[in-house]
Structure formats: C-alpha cells, structure tokens
C-alpha cells in the first residue's frame, strides 16, 4: 500500500508533507519524495490535498495490488475518485460529503 | 502567539550550531522555548479537538493542542468513518449502552464510568452535525439507525469539520508537527509537557493548570499480516505508538486492563472494517463450506474473532462475509462508503473486478493492539476521567476501563475531561529550568553520538517479531504461556538497553527512536498484564494457555503502574455499581 509520485505533475507545494499523519513525504529539490513508500497507512489524505493531481496511491502486490491506482480531485463538497485499472481504463466515482452513506 | 508567552517571561537558550563529525548530515540541536496555558491537550484527534472546544465553551481559558501530525487528518479518523457506533437510538438508554459494552467485555468495566460516556454520546453528535457533519436520516428527519446502537453518517470530512472549529476558536492555539515527549509532574501533580518541533528543532516545555492526554493508543507492537511491503496496511494507524500511555507509565500514573487487546477482525489484506458490510448490507460471517459461523462460539467481540479462526484452526476455514447476491446498486453504494473511510477496500473491489455482489469478501485478524476506544486499556481514571495524577486527565483511546466508546464515546470522554479541567482554579505552574535545560541535554545527546550499528527500524522489527512469537501475536495463534510470556520480556529488555545508543542523525530520526522507546514500555507493562491474568476472559484478545478457562475470581481488573523500572502490578475489584476508587 503506498503512494506514487508523478514528478513532472508535482509543482511542490509540500500539501502532502503536511497533511501525511504518519510525517512521511520530503521535500527533494523542490519536489515531494517518498523515501519510504513501505510506511504509508494508505488513509488517503495527500491525494485529497494534492492540487495537481499528482500523486496516486495503490495497492501493494503482496496484498493483491494488480497495478491499478486511485486519486481523487475536490470540487466543492463533492470528490471525484479516479481510479487507473490495470488496464489503463478509468473507472470514475463521486462522493459527496452532504450526503450520509446508505450503510 | 502573543498571549501565549505573555504569562511567562520567555526564556530562550540559543545554541550554537554543530556539525556532526562523521558524516554529512548537520542536525541543528534543539532549542528550549517555554509555552503556558491554561489546558494542555497532547493529541489533536477526535477526543483532544472535541475537548479543546468544549472546555472553551465551559470557561474563558486558553488552549494548546499539542499534534504530532495536523489536526486536519490525524489520529485514526485521517481516512473519514462512516457510522456513529455508540448512539442511543429512540427506545435505548444509556443505561442499556453500559450493560452492553461492559457484557462485551466480560464485566471487565467500569459501569460508572461507561455510564457517564453513555450519557453524553446524543449530545456529541447534535454537534458535529451542527459543524456539518452529514447524518442520514428518515423520512421522518430522524437519525437513521443501523444496529442498535449505530446511526449512518458520512464521516469523510469528520477531522477537516473539527480541525474547522478548532480554527475558528481564537482561544486554541495548535501546534501541528509537534509530539510529545514526557508530562511534566511536580509534587504529584501533571504541571506540563515536554514536546518536540521537528521542523523547527524546538524543545518546548509547556505548563499548564490541567493536562488532557487524549492521545492514540498503540499499533505496531506486534508483527502485522503483511510484514513486507505493506507493514504499515494495518487497520490501526501505524503511527499511534502508545506515546500516551508510555508518557503516563513515566509520569506515575496508573493504567488498566492492557490485556484487554484489540484484535480486529477485518476485510483480509486492505484490513478496511467490515460493520459496514455485516450491519449495512447484512452479511453474514461463514466459513470455507459456506456455513454461517458467527454466532457458533458467541457473539461477543472477542467470540466473533475467535468463529473465523477456530474455523481456520479446523480446516474450514478460509471465513468469508457472504455479500454475493447483494445488487449492483448496492455495490456502488458500498464502493463509496468505503471511499469515504477505507479507500483501499473500493480500490481492491473495482481493480479485481471482483465487486462484493459477485465474490463474498475474505476476512482475517489483525495483528492486537492496545487501544481504549475499543476495549478497556487505558489510564485509570475517575468519572471525572483524572489519572490517578493530579491535573493528569486521559479520554479517548488513552482511557480505560470504558470499552466500546468509539468515536462519540471519544467526543463525550473528551468533553467530560475539558468540563472536569475547566474547574480548576489558579494559573499555570512554573517549570523549573534546570529540569528543562536538563530534558533538552537528554535530547540532544542521541545526535552526533557513534554509530551503534543498527537502528530504530531494525529493533523495531525485532520487537514486533518477539511480540509475535512469544506474546500472543498472529504467528502464535494469539496464544501465549508464562514461559513464553518470559522469554518475550528478556527480549524486550534487551532491545530497550540497545535502544538506548541509538544514534539520530535527523529529528525524524530522534521521533523514530522515542517510539520505539515507546513501544516497548507498553509491550513491557503489557506483557506483565497478559502474566497476571490467570484465566482466558476473552477468546484470543488474552488467550492464556497455562489457563485455558474463564475464572470468575478473574472478575477484577489489572491494573499496573512503572515504580522505578519494574512494572508493578494491582488487582482492583470491579464495582458493579460503583466507580474505580476515586482518588
């Protein structure tokens, strides 16, 4: 489970730094850096905050991880989950946190 | 920050920069700046922002909240969650909540103490929903049930909407990055905290009338189900390091029921919940035959976990939840739910192609975990949740004695303490200097030091493998003996003195050794309570093998407090109806 950076999409802003309960990104001539991808909890919180769209996060293949990734984008209450299949296809589901869940 | 330094003079010791020798790295040395408040709150999460707010609410005082991450996703809440588990739903009563939790504990509880959390839970919700908190309701505009004590809502947003309020309130001040190191006690009595900005390489030394810990409990003692890669895809947030609970085992105070652990049973590999499938859709837990199981050995907590692994044990297992035949609109309703708390599960689901209406979705233990929003580990407090240190208040995960408050029980836990610390009268104690300056020099001595030969990561690993073997962990079957229980214990001490030379070449690096440090202080005081309970209360949670059945003289609680450097351990009667002694 753990996060990957798309470097030419990261534009720095250290969001992801911040926000990561676990204090994992660094920052890395101007760029957010992993050093240790085994460390991440996979809460989700750097992607909600990344403003370009520039990181995913994705299963790791000793839990079943078939190479697929998911990142969200925020537009007002509502976000956008896309999520890469391993195919490449995009699969697209929105929540919106004025709504409660059915179960 | 004005006011904060405004009711003590600022003392600042600048010191002078030095290059470590032997290699590259230049750690600047910490610093001290002294802080004052009126509330010190260690831990931004779900019951130390509730506290900051309502103590605001119940005096004019100020607040620090001290994080070690940011407020706005901390803690275990970070991903969202998406039901109210402790709710009195019309028809039910506190009173009925109390019984229920302390059953499910085995009359290991605090009837008291679970009552008056009880009693707060409606009120805490009211709450958050005026913050903005989504929560489904009928068509009549009441809240929805799910379960008997559960209400749905959308909890994604739960810590932005707090870390908003927090914001909002010009009488909090946050210092997010920031952990916490050690309370700081004078003549019995909880005056501060020691806590350290990474970023910054700042040893702040923070006095205050009343110290909430509301910290996280412990994950990462023992071995998880994915120890490569995915180590950290645990359900417990990796980064609760029992910081709480070891800053309390220093400072004198008492803890209970640490072998009362928690052991969740999850959706396998993503470890996301699985009440939203078992209440939510209604799913049932069978084994590898497709027999319903859950019900077989009990329906307590620990008796559901023990169903899917005595299954396993007698080759029926691997255990399932049975979801296939559930509609595809209820997929897609339960691909976002889990969006909005466990985004990996919904990751697994529509990567696989293998959605819960068309393959029933495996289930598996978790690794235990020390954690007194759950089950009952925690301080022992008084109804007024104080430690059994003066001005020292717990709520939360770092409570005990008061099992299954979950996160309203955490919100309640956490308004009850701010309540109790808005009484205190006076202002903020002095800290002594020398004990400061002193602290700081500890510190600072673990940079620039030699190189031990190995590090933080390396003997944590061998801690969690000890934990796992001869403590009770998932290699073990969760089962351990008083001879196993030993041979954890001198391992233990022996990682503890190599920890001691560990070198820090960053202030990440000092962090990572503080909660290995940590860590093993709990596994210590753990280990003696799994060694003093002389029975199996609960099936796995504490599964003695040198005494396999339920004793009913076991209907005391364990309690244990660090007296120089031996954990000493105290039984305590159970009141049926009464408190833990007030003190």
Redesign the interface.
Known sequence: ??IRILESKCCGCGNCA??????LFEMKNGKSFLPH?????????CIKECPEAALR??????????????HARREGSE?K?I?E??GKEL?I??????????? | MQWIFASQSVILYILVYYDIQEGETIQKQLELRYLSADFLIIGGGTAGCYAALEFCRASDGNVIIIEKANIRRSGCLAAGVNAINAYINPGSTPEGYAAYAARDAEGIASHDILLSMARGLNDTVKRMEELGLSVLKDEFGRYSARGAWNIKINGENIKPLLAKAVAAESRIAVFNHVWAKDFIVKEGRAVGAYAVDLKNSILYAVSAKAVLCATGGAAGLYKPNAPGFSRHKMWYPPFNSGTGYAMGLRAGAEMTSFEMRFIALRCKGTLAPTGTLAQGVGAKQINALGEECEGKYGRTTSQRLFAAKQEESEGRGPCFLKTTGISKEQDEDLFKAYLNMAPSQTLKWVESGKPPSEADVEIEGSEPYIIGGHTGSGYWVDNSRQSTIASLYAAGDASGACPQKYVSGAFAEGAIAARSAAKLLGSAPEISASSAQEEKEKLNAFFGRKDPGYTARQLEERMQCAMDKHAGGIGSNYRYSGKSLAAAEAEILEIESLSSFLRAETGKDLAAIHELRDRLLVCRALISHLGARKETRWRLFAEHADYPLKDDGWLKFVNSVLRGDKIEIIIRDVEKEGSPDEH
Not at chain 1, 93 to 103: I, K, Q, V
Request: charged share 15%; hydrophobic share 35%.
């Open positions: 489970m753990s911040d926000i990561c309960p676990g204090g991808p085994e460390d991440c909890w996979a809460c989700a919180s996060m994705y299963l790791g293949s000793d839990i079943g991880g078939l190479g697929g990734a998911i976000l989950w999520i299949l391993p699969r589901l929105t929540t919106d946190s004025r709504s409660a869940n059915e179960y």
